[in-house]
């Protein structure tokens, strides 16, 4: 019997769960949104700054608030040296082990903004990667709260120049120090605060961050007892008593009509408590130096819920919330929620230099705001394909170069057809699916007459929609004859009426 040949074991063509790649348009998408962001920040000050994806684990610390994850939510592993290395979570640790190295060499305040990928060991959802981009901004040196107050202000310009209107978002601050009065009444905090009653504080404070996924009841269940999701997988709770509950809750209740109600009701929580007059006293001042640049409650709004799950939050917390409905994969209707946030920091420098450093700052999420703005319009077809010159006759393939080169010498995207030109109708297939706005036809016959033809795609598209009779077509023609040598004015043309449109 002759022996079988096993076939070989391949490697599954899948990427690993929680990561996604990037192609065309989502790659243009998203480097069109990280540029208007960036050019915000820029505009109120802020430089760019650098630093490398991996920080040693010690540099990190352990703020990440999904501690249940394996490596405490990140991905890290031993170097040579035996020494812990992971892929950042944010970019506001690595800038604060930045400033920490080389704050003799920089300018207080020192204000920066920082691009790019991170990376956090999690369980993945809807909208939520384990590698997505961040694009933050930080002020350094500022203690008091008018660094806070102009983040949110910026935050605000930030998502209107993203194409969205007020109404259609808020920027929504609190303070965690009024959080900090809370738990300090429930028992949870204060200068006697035991390594027991730092763990239920924790809980807390992710329970509460859970709100808008889980609702009302859910958090009450992570403040009790603990709660089994839907895949069966159980969370401990806080085994907080049925009075601790209700004070928080009546807390992230807290919220009024208008900021000036909101702002009394957390008063009235918080009155026994000093740290938390403090917290309500700091928001106050933000709320009046938003409302005397403009931004009033309609763009800026103080909102109890808003707690970050981070656990080096000091101070004033904010996020930016979408409050438009979208719809998902079934066609259910929902909310987006938030798509940026941040707060003030003002102990996560002391680990390195001993001393407390003021600090704040804010991250927008892109990858959540282009899978919220997909199908707006300034984040829709971006990615226009290039102009493609077909391949009518082989011999004619020096002349079709030359025209090809000719487009990009002029700062045309475009390409001459490298497939099997077998027919015309294959050519035009592939201009459509590689969103092609123009085709150019140049068979032997248009060589002799010295012309090309001229297919205008994006124009062909829209009339196929629209136009019922013969009499339509010919008025409005998508194809068209041009001289050979007006073949450049007439595409660039062409180009230029479909970007208006």
């Known amino acids: 019997m002759k022996n ?26 998203r480097d069109k949104m990280l540029k208007a962001v960036g050019e915000i920040y820029h505009h109120y000050g802020f430089d760019i700054l650098e630093t490398a994806a991996i920080e040693t684990v010690e540099a990190l610390g352990k703020f990440l608030p999904d501690v249940d994850r394996p490596n405490e939510g990140v991905f890290s592993w031993k170097d040579e040296d035996e020494k812990w290395l992971a892929l950042r979570y944010d970019l506001t640790a690595p800038l604060a082990r930045f400033y920490a190295q080389y704050k003799n060499q920089l300018t207080l305040p020192y204000r920066r903004f920082s691009m790019g990928p991170v990376w956090r060991n999690e369980k993945p959802g809807p909208g939520r990667f384990k590698q997505f981009y961040q694009c933050d901004a930080d002020s350094i040196g500022v203690p008091n709260v008018t660094a806070d107050a102009e983040i949110c202000m910026m935050l605000s310009d930030i998502i209107e120049k993203l194409g969205i209107s007020t ?41 509460i961050d859970k709100l808008d996924r889980l609702g009302f009841d859910g958090v009450k ?15 401990s709770g806080a085994e907080l008593s049925k009075t601790q509950v209700e004070l928080i809750i009546a807390f992230l209740k807290a919220s009024g009509t208008d900021n000036q109600k909101t702002l009394l009701n957390l008063t009235e929580l918080v009155k026994e408590s000093e740290i938390g007059l403090i917290g309500v006293n700091e928001i106050e001042q933000m709320c009046s130096f938003c409302d005397s640049a403009g931004f009033g409650n309609n763009k800026i709004s103080v909102e109890p819920t808003v707690v970050r799950g981070l656990g080096y939050y000091t101070g004033p917390v904010f996020e930016a919330q979408l ?35 003021p600090a704040t700052g804010v991250s ?21 394909g290039p102009v493609l010159v077909t391949v009518m006759d082989k011999t004619l ?40 706005p123009v085709a150019i036809i140049m068979g032997s016959e248009e060589v002799n ?10 124009l062909g598209s829209a009339l196929s929609k629209k136009i019922m009779t013969n009499k339509e077509w010919k008025e409005r023609p998508a194809q068209t004859e041009e001289k050979r040598d007006d073949m450049l004015a007439a595409v660039q043309k062409i180009l230029d009426r479909n970007r208006e449109q």
């Open 364 to 384: 927008v999420g892109i990858d959540r705001l282009l899978l919220a703005l997909k199908e707006s319009t300034p984040y829709r077809n971006v990615l226009s």
């Open 323 to 357: 409050t438009f409905d979208v719809f998902d994969e079934k066609g259910r209707k929902h909310q987006f929620g938030s798509v940026a946030g941040g707060g003030r920091y003002d102990n996560l420098i002391k680990r390195f230099t001993g001393q407390e450093v």
């Open 221 to 235: 269940q992570l403040l009790g007892l603990g709660r089994e999701d839907e895949s069966g997988d159980f969370s």
């Open 167 to 207: 109404g259609n978002y808020l920027i929504k601050m609190n303070n965690r120090k009024i959080l900090d009065g809370i738990l300090e009444m429930i028992g949870l905090g204060g200068p006697d605060e035991n390594k027991g009653s730092a763990q239920k504080r924790g809980i807390v404070l992710r329970a």
């Open 449 to 458: 007459k010295g012309v090309v033809q001229l297919k205008d795609l994006e």
């Open 397 to 436: 393939i020096p002349q079709y170069q030359a025209i090809v080169q000719e487009l990009r010498r002029n700062n045309i995207r475009s390409e001459m057809f490298l497939g099997n030109p077998k027919d015309i109708g294959r050519q035009l297939k592939y201009a459509d699916q590689r969103n092609s």
């Open 4 to 29: 079988k040949i096993k076939k070989p074991i391949r490697p599954k063509a899948l990427a690993p769960k929680g990561f996604r790649d990037y192609q065309g348009s989502d790659v243009i998408s």
